[in-house]
């Protein structure tokens, strides 16, 4: 096993690297689109809020506690 491991240290660095960016990356995408901001079409100024990223951009989320009181 350790062997193995040593054999394919690179390409185990390599997928770990890309599984951490893709983590990030849709962490990103889903605190943006958590907050009401455009979280991925090209042109959020061009799309009047109409896709499906940017359906919340013109009305913030609410927090949770928020949303309880009333």
């Known amino acids: 096993m350790l062997q193995w491991i040593l054999n394919n240290i690179a390409t185990i660095i390599i997928c770990a690297i890309i ?11 889903y ?8 979280a991925g079409c090209p042109g959020c100024s061009s799309c009047d ?6 359906s919340h951009s ?7 506690n928020e949303q309880k009181k009333h």
């Open 19 to 29: 599984l951490l960016l893709g983590i990030l990356a849709a962490r990103y995408l």
């Open 31 to 38: 605190k943006s689109h958590k907050a009401g901001k455009c």
């Open 49 to 54: 809020g109409s896709c499906c990223n940017c």
């Open 58 to 64: 013109s009305q913030p989320v609410p927090a949770e």
